[in-house]
């Protein structure tokens, strides 16, 4: 039996044999090192983050939290500008083709604008026209219908069979070549139904149109409408991911309630430059758009949002980038199989 006296003597060797623990950088050495790699001559004007899609919606309100980090750990002033229209042609056009590539400008955008989306440019332009540095968050679609509406209470299901039933009676909202306009056709094809397909701009018209009665269905990412399903006024009735979201545990996915796999959508937003940009520039932002990102302050509001973070495994734009191939390289498959787009 060894002695405690040794014992004592032997832990206290352990102990300065042992390497002393990592501590956690203080914000004010995170600033310190952002501030090492600022550029004296950048940025001499607001940073301005460009949203492609309306006010309001899921898009927008991602770019608005993120600006209000962004601000606080870049040290300077964040500006949000909307570029909407043709569906996200107009504000990709922006950034890919007229954008000046100083810097100061800087896409909000996501992956579900890659394949149609980009194939609509006439190869003018594609995802690669812009240089991924920061990876945001991703939301699955939704599908929703009016608490007070002909369909209140009623399963994906059940809205299936009736599409399935009355052909050409259920009305639901898409925007032309994103995911909003797969979706019906994913569930006319498992379900034999006939869907009409009525185009708005993005998420927040359309929900405005479902409240007015003017469509049964409409598509939406949990931030374009969570006023209102939290006053009661929409019901979500499916989520398209691989899993059930965590901010709406009790909604079912799309793949669990017809049997399939393949009926995955998420808005996986990200943060572009115009290419072109000088090396220590970016270097710079991408910097603060992760201190921004590690922030303790920003994952709550994503949460409530509905948005889900990859922080740890998206931790630097090249990793970022690859991401970005690999799932444009998906959304590409699916364009090649429904005819969309040739091989």
Known sequence: MIPAKCWLVLVSLLLAAAPAPVLAQSEADIKAKIKSLQP???????????VVYPPGGGMDLTARILAKYLEKWAGHKVIVTNKAGGGGMVGHTFLSMQAPNDGHTIGVIASLFWGDGFRRSEGKFDYK???PIAFINYDPVTWLVRSDGPFKDKTLKDIAAYAKEKPGELKAAVT??????????QVEEVSGGQIIKVPFQGGAPSITALLGGHIDVSFGYLPEYKGHLDAGKVQVIGVTNTERSPALPNVPTFNEVFGVKDIVWVAWRYVALPRGVAPERKAWLEAAFNAAMNDPGIEPEYAKTGGIMQTKELANAKAVTA????????ERDFLIKTGRLKP
């Open 129 to 131: 026209s812009l240089d």
């Open 323 to 330: 991401e970005v191939e690999r799932l444009a390289n998906l």
């Open 40 to 50: 004296k001559d950048f940025p001499t004007d607001p940073l301005e983050l460009v």
């Open 176 to 185: 032309s070549g994103s995911s909003s306009e797969f979706i019906p056709e």
